[in-house]
């Protein structure tokens, strides 16, 4: 009687513990559907981080026995010392664009640069940092056109690259006033490229027929399944070759000092031959430059964040993470052109 009491109880345990669980799944669920399509603002004065890891390096090679008298400084006094206090100091504004082929961070960037239009005063710069290896037109047209519009506003843009802008990369970063690249940055690959795999001749072989209607001479011009045709192929050429001028035209209007047709011809460069081919100002990493903007004006780093969904947190975003795969090994095979190891 006992024993069978014991079994009950713990049935009614083990009953009690998977409801709980399921009722903290769904409400885990529920509130990452509220969640989703929230952003967060994360802001950082990278200036008082800076001095604060100083003093803790210092307070390390001190003596053992004078470690414990260490003065330590709070943030208001780091800011009295600073001067960051003083309003009338002028800021510098760091944003960071981490490209695909996507752009897909585009969005982002355009909400942080209307964040930024309506918050930084006259004298006041922005550093963006880029790091991309360009992709598809459309997007980085958008890129571009949203880092052109803090010229518009009147502020002060700077571009760093330490690894890559090149393609669309370049695109953006054609529209700062400043372009300051590490010596083994990649810069440039102002050109076009399209590839369409084509399997129609297998297809034809297995008699498989494709039956591709369009409304519209030039709708499709070249097609992975069907039979491709001269006129179809030159019309592709044609439209690259279109975007291209449109490419040169771009750089050339904001880097009126470069040969065009000289560096337009899809190659890249690295540091300190982009900067003889005038495609970039300076030679030096983001870090040291921003080194030296910290000893004279206040800086701070903003960046937008989207809050994850209850999938995303836990990883079942499948989709997503077949999309980002796919994307990457695109990347890859780009990047394998002008890629050394």
């Known amino acids: 009687m006992e024993e069978w009491l014991g079994e009950l109880v713990t049935f009614f345990v083990q009953l009690l513990l998977v409801a709980l669980v399921v009722m903290g799944a769904i409400a885990l669920g529920s509130r990452g ?55 009338s ?4 504004w760091v944003l960071d664009f981490h490209g695909n082929l996507k752009a897909s961070g585009v969005d982002r960037l355009a909400r942080e640069v209307s964040l930024l239009i309506d918050t930084a005063r006259e004298g006041d710069d922005v550093i963006v940092r880029i790091e991309s290896p360009g992709g598809v037109v ?14 518009a506003a009147g502020l002060n843009t700077t571009v760093c690259v330490d690894k890559v802008a090149a393609s669309g990369g370049y695109l953006m970063a054609c529209n700062a006033k400043r372009i300051i690249v590490a010596p083994f940055a990649v810069i440039g690959s102002i050109g076009v490229v399209a590839q369409v795999p084509n399997v129609h001749r297998l297809l034809k072989r297995h008699d498989i027929d494709v039956e591709l209607f369009t409304a519209g001479r030039y709708k499709r011009t070249v097609t992975v399944l069907g039979e491709n045709t001269d006129e179809g192929r030159d019309k592709l050429q044609q439209d690259l070759e279109n975007i291209h001028e449109r490419f040169k035209s771009y750089v050339a209007e904001r880097r009126t000092h470069v040969d065009i047709e000289a560096v337009s011809t899809g190659e890249v460069w690295y540091g300190e031959e982009a ?67």
């Open 275 to 341: 900067v003889a081919k005038g495609l970039a100002d300076e030679v030096a990493t983001s870090e040291a430059y921003l080194a030296q903007v910290m000893s004279e004006r206040r800086v701070f780093s903003v960046k937008l964040s989207s809050v994850p969904t209850l999938a995303q947190r836990l990883g079942f975003s499948s989709s997503a993470v077949v999309d980002k795969a796919l994307d990457r090994v695109e990347e890859r095979l780009d990047a394998s052109r002008w890629e050394h190891r």
């Open 33 to 87: 559907q509220r969640s989703e399509g929230r952003e967060q603002l994360q802001i950082v004065d990278l200036g008082q981080r800076q001095r604060r890891l100083r003093a803790r390096l210092v307070q390390a090679m001190s003596p053992k026995r004078r470690r414990g008298l260490w003065p330590f400084k709070t943030s208001s006094d780091e800011t009295k010392e600073a001067g960051q206090g003083d309003d």
């Open 89 to 92: 100091r002028s800021t510098a």
């Open 138 to 151: 459309h997007a980085y047209g958008q890129a571009a056109a949203e880092l052109d519009r803090l010229n």
